[in-house]
């Protein structure tokens, strides 16, 4: 995956954040936990802010916060795909913290990529 993005390779690993206000999402559990080649390299940069629940289907850049990144290479993982308006959502908000090149694929995807 990182070959298509022209980059050699993700510095960072992060999931989409629930927006139904679970805390803890099973797919976080297993990027950030389970998975060797995604756990030394996860972190939790996104958070649901108070109007992503309301915001329904859209994409929208006040979906989610991001913590702060310098150029950092970005592996976006979201547990489904749907409309992609989570993930464009998650993504804008890490290129407005920093982000160099974020790339997002379904969990699936991203098993692929891990495996490699």
Known sequence: MA????VPGFDVVTTVPSTSGRQTHPLRAMVADMIGATRERHRDLLRATSKAADLGR???SARYTASPLWGEHVLLVDDT???GNHVQS???ALKSAGAGTVA???AQEAYHYVRL
């Open 104 to 106: 997002a694929g379904g």
């Open 81 to 83: 795909w749907t409309t």
């Open 58 to 60: 859209i994409a929208s």
């Open 90 to 92: 998650a993504a804008a």
């Open 3 to 6: 070959h298509r993005c022209a």
